[in-house]
């Protein structure tokens, strides 16, 4: 039996096994590393460790002990209080206004770990605040991240402007951008409304009859939290992306708002992401390490802040993440990839060359670097693109969105980042949220980008 028949058995028996039984899926995928690698494949030690990815590794860890430092000392706690304090009782707005900051990073540059590992921590609990649903959040945040990905300014689109001016092709920039950007605010309205956006409306709604002065005409009085800070209408005794039940207090119940002033230990914390971020986001500096060193450092000052906030660290999910990616890199040692797309590329269909291209490049990249695939995709493409069968901007657009749209599963650097920031008891239930929402991704987005962009030009 071919290795690439047994890989791919393997890599679908692992996610059943994972999904049935509670064992951590990247500890299943390290087995069958080893085990295939070993007996099929004839490799050693250092080749089956090759796939291992270090860079992922130190990313997760660096930056969820750095934010669960900053979750320790109530640093995270009092950022989400000045965001409630901006949006007020407008909770129904919240999950586009994440979508929007999720791409801002992304749109000026920033690849979108860097950009999720600074957001996401925020985005989700601002969500929580707000009792919004935190599967919606979780997309919010990473649909936005891909919003921006080929900005001109973003790594992505240089990637695949040098691929193609290497093979003597061109596309627009602008074309390429507002392409992926407009298929992902697409996404975008689809995931309000599957998650509780119609809801988080009607309790506005709700809540703005039933409150105060509402029947008269009069001004509604800002709601508060119990602390003193404001509370968005709908986020006490909500469900999960709106629900009945809520209960607030008005102005006329409770003082005036009382804001806790930042402590010391606080305010470095708050100075150190800050720049952080500055490092990654401006100066490209590996955000993993400058992530690890920063959370270090923090620890070491104010040791008695932060006491047992090196379990924050994720560990359950890095080794799901690291696993399977471990496990998918032999997959490519073996070119199980390249045989398909060569496979793929031979066929003589036009129009179903291009939607079999896009389909291998959203279920690859789902379980590897986008950066990477779409350094190995475009030269794989480049054969039946010069064909001029199909118009070369279409077929881009198409292959591009495929293949990054998929980066919402919780095997990208992008989705793990998100699932790593979430409560450890709604962990495993995101997984799978994220998993089939990834799956769902890797299906239609080669459809749905077939019909919009490659059939029009194949006609």
């Given at each position: 039996?071919?290795?690439?028949?047994?890989?791919?058995?393997?890599?679908?028996?692992?996610?059943?096994?994972?999904?049935?039984?509670?064992?951590?899926?990247?500890?299943?995928?390290?087995?069958?590393?080893?085990?295939?690698?070993?007996?099929?494949?004839?490799?050693?030690?250092?080749?089956?460790?090759?796939?291992?990815?270090?860079?992922?590794?130190?990313?997760?860890?660096?930056?969820?002990?750095?934010?669960?430092?900053?979750?320790?000392?109530?640093?995270?706690?009092?950022?989400?209080?000045?965001?409630?304090?901006?949006?007020?009782?407008?909770?129904?707005?919240?999950?586009?206004?994440?979508?929007?900051?999720?791409?801002?990073?992304?749109?000026?540059?920033?690849?979108?770990?860097?950009?999720?590992?600074?957001?996401?921590?925020?985005?989700?609990?601002?969500?929580?605040?707000?009792?919004?649903?935190?599967?919606?959040?979780?997309?919010?945040?990473?649909?936005?991240?891909?919003?921006?990905?080929?900005?001109?300014?973003?790594?992505?689109?240089?990637?695949?402007?040098?691929?193609?001016?290497?093979?003597?092709?061109?596309?627009?920039?602008?074309?390429?951008?507002?392409?992926?950007?407009?298929?992902?605010?697409?996404?975008?309205?689809?995931?309000?409304?599957?998650?509780?956006?119609?809801?988080?409306?009607?309790?506005?709604?709700?809540?703005?009859?039933?409150?105060?002065?509402?029947?008269?005409?009069?001004?509604?009085?800002?709601?508060?939290?119990?602390?003193?800070?404001?509370?968005?209408?709908?986020?006490?005794?909500?469900?999960?992306?709106?629900?009945?039940?809520?209960?607030?207090?008005?102005?006329?119940?409770?003082?005036?708002?009382?804001?806790?002033?930042?402590?010391?230990?606080?305010?470095?914390?708050?100075?150190?992401?800050?720049?952080?971020?500055?490092?990654?986001?401006?100066?490209?500096?590996?955000?993993?390490?400058?992530?690890?060193?920063?959370?270090?450092?923090?620890?070491?000052?104010?040791?008695?802040?932060?006491?047992?906030?090196?379990?924050?660290?994720?560990?359950?999910?890095?080794?799901?993440?690291?696993?399977?990616?471990?496990?998918?890199?032999?997959?490519?040692?073996?070119?199980?990839?390249?045989?398909?797309?060569?496979?793929?590329?031979?066929?003589?269909?036009?129009?179903?060359?291009?939607?079999?291209?896009?389909?291998?490049?959203?279920?690859?990249?789902?379980?590897?670097?986008?950066?990477?695939?779409?350094?190995?995709?475009?030269?794989?493409?480049?054969?039946?693109?010069?064909?001029?069968?199909?118009?070369?901007?279409?077929?881009?657009?198409?292959?591009?969105?495929?293949?990054?749209?998929?980066?919402?599963?919780?095997f990208s650097s992008v989705g793990a980042l998100t699932l790593a920031?979430?409560?450890?008891?709604?962990?495993?239930?995101?997984?799978?949220?994220?998993?089939?929402?990834?799956?769902?991704?890797?299906v239609s987005a080669p459809l749905v980008t077939w019909l919009i962009f490659?059939?029009?030009?194949?006609?």
């Amino acid at each position: 039996m071919s290795i690439h028949v047994i890989a791919v058995a393997v890599l679908v028996l692992i996610f059943v096994i994972g999904t049935l039984r509670p064992v951590n899926i990247g500890a299943l995928a390290l087995i069958a590393t080893f085990l295939v690698g070993t007996l099929v494949a004839g490799e050693g030690i250092d080749e089956l460790l090759a796939g291992f990815p270090p860079d992922l590794f130190v990313l997760l860890v660096g930056v969820t002990y750095l934010f669960g430092l900053a979750a320790v000392n109530g640093t995270i706690e009092w950022l989400i209080d000045r965001a409630v304090g901006l949006l007020g009782d407008r909770p129904a707005l919240v999950p586009m206004m994440i979508f929007i900051f999720s791409a801002v990073p992304t749109t000026a540059g920033a690849l979108g770990p860097a950009g999720v590992a600074m957001l996401a921590p925020l985005c989700l609990r601002l969500g929580e605040r707000y009792g919004i649903d935190r599967r919606m959040t979780a997309l919010m945040v990473m649909h936005g991240s891909c919003a921006g990905n080929f900005s001109p300014l973003n790594g992505l689109a240089v990637i695949v402007q040098q691929a193609l001016t290497a093979n003597g092709l061109s596309v627009s920039a602008a074309a390429l951008f507002f392409g992926n950007m407009a298929y992902n605010i697409g996404l975008a309205v689809v995931i309000y409304f599957a998650f509780g956006g119609l809801g988080l409306i009607r309790e506005v709604r709700r809540a703005g009859n039933d409150l105060p002065g509402t029947a008269a005409g009069g001004n509604t009085p800002a709601p508060t939290l119990a602390g003193g800070a404001n509370l968005p209408v709908g986020s006490a005794g909500t469900t999960p992306g709106g629900g009945s039940g809520v209960a607030v207090k008005t102005s006329a119940e409770v003082d005036a708002p009382v804001r806790a002033q930042l402590r010391f230990d606080q305010m470095i914390t708050l100075a150190i992401i800050v720049a952080v971020a500055v490092g990654a986001l401006v100066f490209d500096i590996e955000i993993g390490f400058l992530a690890l060193t920063a959370a270090v450092l923090l620890h070491a000052l104010f040791p008695a802040r932060f006491k047992d906030a090196d379990k924050r660290v994720v560990w359950g999910v890095v080794l799901l993440i690291c696993g399977v990616v471990t496990f998918v890199g032999a997959m490519e040692r073996y070119g199980t990839v390249d045989i398909i797309g060569a496979g793929i590329a031979g066929l003589g269909a036009p129009l179903l060359t291009a939607f079999l291209l896009c389909l291998v490049a959203a279920f690859t990249s789902a379980f590897a670097s986008s950066a990477g695939l779409l350094g190995v995709l475009i030269p794989l493409a480049v054969p039946f693109i010069v064909q001029g069968q199909i118009g070369t901007a279409a077929m881009l657009i198409a292959l591009t969105i495929s293949a990054t749209v998929v980066d919402s599963t919780p095997f990208s650097s992008v989705g793990a980042l998100t699932l790593a920031n979430a409560p450890e008891e709604e962990r495993r239930k995101l997984f799978r949220t994220m998993l089939a929402w990834g799956i769902g991704m890797a299906v239609s987005a080669p459809l749905v980008t077939w019909l919009i962009f490659i059939l029009p030009s194949g006609l």
